[in-house]
């Protein structure tokens, strides 16, 4: 791997922890300022909103600009939203501001890497990423419940500057403040990615034009043979891993009797074994064998339907392991082939922006699925049973999709895939 990359993924770890320990201060705060309990749980399409509404803005601005500044702009709208939140804005808002900074910082985060690295390395650099963001999740997870934590808290508060009144008077407060902190190292690192050799790409026109040409990106996207099943495979996947911790939660409480600070931790078990998974696809995996692996999709979704079944807490832990371990090695390939053919059509960041706008849609589709699905009285069992068919119905409909291309389309297909071959070489 070039220096560079490393530079990248030290960025990108600190970025997404604070991410991560930032979700956890926001929910103490609404907690301890007696918010009602829904606008916890709004936290997390709050934090999606930008990534749908700015997709058709945010993939073009990365490729009009290098990818480290964008990065380091995007960081910087995170603090923002930071002291926005530490000095009286609405955590829903403030928390809003810093999913706008993720939505601008993920096509640089990916786009910059098949600029920086030839295809043969893709798969294995996206695995490498997505490891380590994965492991970002943990951490910052437990991070941010230790610094609203007493202990820590106490510590932080304890901090006195001279002369100045800074306004932090609480646990969730005095843990934002130090996580702003992590953001700045992060900016740190953007600073230091090197500029590539990628043609940049200006933005023309205005938004009613780069509306017009993210619709077309789209279109071309879900037109190419190989684009389409590798975006729709990575859109339901994350579409699934977004709502998988709700899902994770209600079944641990109804299954195991858990609190919600236990499930939590059973959370974290799927991410590790996410990150298992990750790292062995790319370690074995190829670029133009990715969609081998779209079985595994079909597995997951009825795996996620053999959690009815299990009441032990030694059962749960490797099984929820095995379906993390499954996701990340689905996922890490199709990812890989997804980023080389949307840079082949279209430019990396634009690609990027394309994906994140179906992923993050079908986020929130799935979480409204599964929420109207327990609204109306079906138990945790009843909604993980239809939630994991769904998923398992819909991977065998792209595994179909995909055999069909093969037959009908089968000299684009083998062309398509000669170039990812060749690109590896």
């Known amino acids: 791997m070039k220096k560079g990359f490393y530079t990248i993924m030290s960025a990108q770890f600190f970025s997404s922890l604070a991410d991560n320990a930032l979700f956890v201060a926001a929910v103490e705060l609404l ?3 007696g918010a009602p309990t829904w606008q916890g749980a709004a936290l997390v399409p709050m934090f999606a909103l930008f990534y749908v509404l700015l997709a058709p803005f945010v993939g ?3 490729d009009a600009v290098p990818k480290g500044k964008v990065m380091f702009v995007a960081n910087s709208i995170k603090v923002l939203g930071c002291l926005m939140m530490l000095f009286g804005s609405h955590p ?3 928390y809003a501001v810093v999913g706008l900074g993720a939505a601008a910082y993920s096509p640089a985060k990916y786009g910059i890497l098949t600029e920086l690295l030839p295809p043969s390395q893709l798969v294995k650099a996206n695995g490498w990423i997505e490891g380590l963001t994965i492991t970002s999740i943990i951490l910052g997870v437990l991070l941010g419940g230790q610094l609203v934590g007493q202990q820590v808290s106490s510590v932080l508060l304890g901090i006195d500057l001279p002369f100045v009144d ?3 008077d609480t646990p969730p407060e005095a843990a934002i403040a130090a996580l702003v902190g992590l953001y700045v190292v992060a900016a740190g690192f953007n600073l230091r990615i090197p500029r590539t050799s990628a043609p940049l790409q200006p933005m023309r026109g205005g938004a009613l034009c780069l509306l017009r040409d993210f619709q077309q990106c789209n279109r071309r996207l879900w037109q190419d043979k190989l684009g389409q099943i590798s975006l729709a495979t990575t859109t339901l996947f994350w579409g699934v891993s977004g709502n998988l911790r709700y899902i994770v939660l209600a079944w641990a409480a109804a299954a195991l009797g858990y609190s919600t600070t236990q499930a939590s931790t059973l959370v974290g078990v799927v991410a590790v074994g996410t990150a298992v998974g990750a790292v062995a696809a790319s370690v074995y995996m190829r670029l133009d064998r ?5 079985p595994l999709g079909i597995a997951m979704g009825l795996l996620v339907m053999f959690m009815n079944v299990i009441d032990k807490v030694w059962v749960a832990a490797p099984f929820l392991v095995l379906l993390g371990l499954i996701g990340g090695y689905l996922v890490v390939p199709m ?3 997804l980023q080389h053919r949307g840079h082949n059509l279209m430019g990396a960041g634009r690609s990027i922006a ?5 992923e993050q849609a079908c986020i929130l589709a799935l979480g409204a699925f599964y929420t109207l699905l327990t609204k109306f009285g079906l138990s945790a069992f009843g909604a993980i049973t239809i939630f994991g068919l769904v998923v398992a119905g819909t991977m ?4 179909r999709w995909h055999v069909r291309n093969t037959v009908v389309y089968r000299d684009e297909v083998e062309r398509l895939l000669q170039i990812a071959r060749s690109d590896e070489l």
Request: charged residues 10%.
């Open 31 to 33: 907690r301890t300022g």
């Open 290 to 294: 990715a969609t081998q692996v779209i």
């Open 396 to 399: 065998e409909l792209i595994r």
């Open 354 to 358: 394309v994906q994140n706008f179906n």
């Open 335 to 337: 990812n890989a082939l």
């Open 166 to 168: 800074t306004g932090v």
């Open 60 to 62: 073009a601005f990365s």
């Open 92 to 94: 829903l808002l403030s």
